[in-house]
């Protein structure tokens, strides 16, 4: 059964950082894929970073170069390094698993909030 449980959230000002973490259960090594996602308020769910496979990192225009996405495998856990953050990534942060089954199967963490102030 998949766990996913993200800490690591807080407010800091602009210019800042924080580490997000999403400690996993039930992941599959070498076949589900992790990655991050974040909603501000009143908005949809976007896509902020994932791991694919092997080294190959994909993230969001609007985070390159300040948001980095690792992952400690001994630890099945997921982390998201956010440098220079700004007033506009102030959402709540969910870890991300899909799954390829018959069709991707997605999983959620409860998510953190991230708030970065002016």
């Known amino acids: 059964q998949v766990q996913l449980v993200e800490s690591g959230g807080g407010l800091v000002q602009t210019g800042g950082s924080l580490r997000l973490s999403c400690a996993a259960s039930g992941v599959i090594v070498g076949r589900d894929v992790m990655g991050w996602y974040r909603q501000a308020p009143g908005k949809q769910r976007e896509f902020v970073a994932t791991m694919p496979g092997g080294d190959i990192r994909d993230y969001a225009e609007s985070v390159k170069g300040r948001f980095t996405i690792s992952r400690n495998n001994a630890k099945n856990t997921i982390y998201l390094q956010m440098n220079s953050l700004r007033p506009e990534d102030t959402a709540v942060y969910y870890c991300?698993?899909?799954?390829?089954?018959?069709?991707?199967?997605?999983?959620w963490g409860q998510g953190t909030q991230v708030t970065v102030s002016s």
């Open positions: 991300n698993l899909r799954r390829p089954l018959a069709q991707w199967v997605d999983y």
